[in-house]
């Protein structure tokens, strides 16, 4: 089975830093990962992406930095300076296939339970 199981959510006060992991199971996603969120009331958003390059929606550069971990099958995002505009349920995903885009939702087949995160005002 394939699993993605996100950590590292909590609550946070502006400012703050936060670390998010996401550990795989099952397959390992050599084409592309990325980390999407979801405010109440809202669509799910991109927030970041890495394959052989890294992509960031504009909100999050210069704060939040996505990275892998090949011996440990895990991808994180150490986040930074974070702000209540923040506040979101963050799901990491997964795909196997070369997709012409690693920003959409749509690219990816595979997604995590999500995990809290909170940052408070």
């Known amino acids: 089975q394939v699993q993605l199981v996100e950590s590292g959510g909590g609550l946070v006060p502006p400012g703050g830093s936060l670390r998010l992991v996401c550990a795989t199971s099952?397959?390992?996603?050599?084409?592309?990962m990325a980390w999407f969120r979801q405010a109440p009331g809202k669509e799910r958003e991109f927030v970041a992406a890495?394959?052989?390059?890294?992509r960031y929606t504009d909100s999050v550069k210069g704060r939040f930095t996505i990275s892998r971990n090949a011996s440990q099958n895990t991808m994180h995002l150490q986040m930074n300076g974070l702000k209540p505009d923040d506040t979101a349920v963050y799901y990491c995903?997964?795909?196997?296939?070369?997709?012409?885009?690693?920003?959409?939702?749509?690219?990816?087949?595979?997604w995590g339970q999500g995990t809290q995160v909170t940052v408070s005002s």
């Open positions: 099952g397959r390992s996603f050599s084409y592309a």
């Open positions: 995903a997964g795909t196997l296939r070369r997709t012409d885009s690693i920003t959409k939702e749509t690219d990816y087949d595979y």
């Open positions: 890495i394959s052989w390059t890294t």
